[in-house]
């Protein structure tokens, strides 16, 4: 299993290369499929409170600059294990002219990002490839990373990416080579329950509302962490 230092050293090394809007990952902007989210309210957590939302695994912010402009949500921060990454997403944030007191990017790990520090426990998260990010053994860490992130009764919004299971069980999936690992629902769930999470929906994401090249492997899943976890 590689350690942090390694998942770091590798994410840094791509972002430090040069990783202009568009290359890899990036898609020059948050999928459609969060606007779409956001206008069902499927972003709010059951009991009101919509404020302060995280973004692990941010990348250049997209996603951070589209929730900070959520009425109710009042504050936005990205949390990326990147140096490159976090001065990237701030200088597209202020391009964007997201107040930094609405919108800003940390350099921080999922694994051990202690809330407070960053303005928290939250009410929203948001997870964005993020999950198929991380190697798969990791995931009982990444999971109990948003379970110490978000406040009880917070929500937590995994768009699923790449949903490439056809055929695949998931010891096959997890097995597979990455990143990006091939993820599936039932992967989420193990994780998410186990750490205190219910699941609240999941959405089956319209070709069109996915990015370029990702129609058909998309699916939106809401949590909420449960008010008496740890
Ligand atoms: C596939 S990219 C996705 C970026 C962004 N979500 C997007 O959709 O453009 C994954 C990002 O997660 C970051 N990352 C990987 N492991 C992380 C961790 N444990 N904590 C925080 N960020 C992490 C990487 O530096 C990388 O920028």
Known sequence: MADSGD???RWEGMWSRGLAPGDRFDCKGSSPALKWAIERGLCAPAD???GPAVVPGCGRGYDVETLSRVDGVGRAVGVELSTTATSSANE?????SVDP?????????LFTADPASLGGPFSLAYDYTCFCAIPPARRDDWAAGYARLLRPGGRLVCLQFPLDT???SDSDLAAASGPPYPVSDS????????AGFRKVSRHVVPE????????GREALA???REPDSA
Do not use: C, I, M, W
């Open 92 to 96: 597209y944030l202020a391009s964007q």
């Open 7 to 9: 998942e770091t050293s």
């Open 48 to 50: 009101g409170a919509k």
């Open 208 to 215: 069109e509302l996915s990015h370029p090249g990702r129609g």
């Open 101 to 109: 007191s609405a919108g800003s990017v940390v350099t921080g790990n």
């Open 166 to 168: 056809e055929g695949r």
């Open 222 to 224: 809401v949590y909420e």
């Open 187 to 194: 992967q989420y769930d193990a994780a998410l329950l186990a």
